[in-house]
Nanobody, 125 residues
């Protein structure tokens, strides 16, 4: 079993930055890709960014491109999300996810097999 645990969330003023981390524990696991999703109160969970494990190719939601950067680390903390120039509308619970198998789709929730519990990001305006 693979467990993912997010950290790094918190309260930040608009224009500020946060760096989220996702740690993995459990059995040794080499994902096909890892991603971050976000869910605002009362809204559906949405794709933020993903990164391929083999070649580091990244995908971003258009609305976050240029402000957010996903990166990977092959140690205990396999994926990060650097968030800059934060806006009020970035307020959400951010989830780390891992995809076990190669798929053409890297942005849909349904292709991700493992999820963390989420970390709250609150941006004050």
């Amino acid at each position: 079993q693979v467990q993912l645990v997010e950290s790094g969330g918190g309260l930040v003023q608009a224009g500020g930055s946060l760096r989220l981390s996702c740690a993995a524990s459990g059995r040794t696991f080499y994902p096909d890709a890892m991603a971050w999703f976000r869910q605002a109160p009362g809204k559906e969970r949405l794709f933020v960014a993903s990164i391929s494990w083999s070649d580091g190719i990244q995908y971003y939601a258009d609305s976050r491109k240029g402000r957010f950067t996903i990166s990977r680390d092959n140690a205990k903390t396999p994926v990060y999300l650097q968030m800059n120039s934060l806006k009020f509308e970035d307020t959400a619970v951010y989830y780390c996810a891992a995809k076990a198998l190669p798929t053409l789709d890297s942005v849909s929730e349904r292709v991700y097999n493992y999820w963390g519990q989420g970390t709250q990001v609150t941006v004050s305006s």
